[in-house]
């Protein structure tokens, strides 16, 4: 069993590190969309390098999409899905 609290907490401390918003990342709604909460595209990517290195995964090529990193749900469940879960 995947514990998605724990996943939903440390992505959420890597788009505090990463993403640049113009929110707190601790207290967005998980379903907000983050390119509107302010993340720019180059933010994006420093927020995949900060997740893959976060959960220790790679994202695959066909994961590499603006609605895969649209909002803090769309992000757990490709990380949910890279770890096995």
């Given at each position: 069993?995947?514990?998605?609290?724990?996943?939903?907490?440390?992505?959420?401390?890597?788009?505090?590190?990463?993403?640049?918003?113009?929110?707190?990342?601790?207290?967005?709604?998980?379903?907000?969309?983050?390119?509107?909460?302010?993340?720019?595209?180059?933010?994006?990517?420093?927020?995949?390098?900060?997740?893959?290195?976060?959960?220790?995964?790679?994202?695959?090529?066909?994961?590499?999409k603006?609605?895969?990193?649209?909002?803090?749900?769309?992000?757990?469940?490709?990380?949910?899905?890279?770890?096995?879960?």
């Open positions: 069993m995947t514990d998605t609290a724990a996943i939903e907490a440390q992505i959420r401390t890597v788009l505090k590190d990463h993403a640049r918003l113009s929110k707190d990342a601790l207290t967005l709604d998980v379903n907000e969309d983050l390119y509107q909460a302010g993340m720019t595209s180059h933010a994006s990517v420093n927020v995949m390098l900060g997740l893959e290195g976060a959960f220790d995964v790679e994202f695959p090529d066909h994961m590499l603006r609605n895969v990193f649209n909002s803090i749900a769309s992000i757990r469940t490709a990380v949910v899905e890279l770890i096995g879960g």
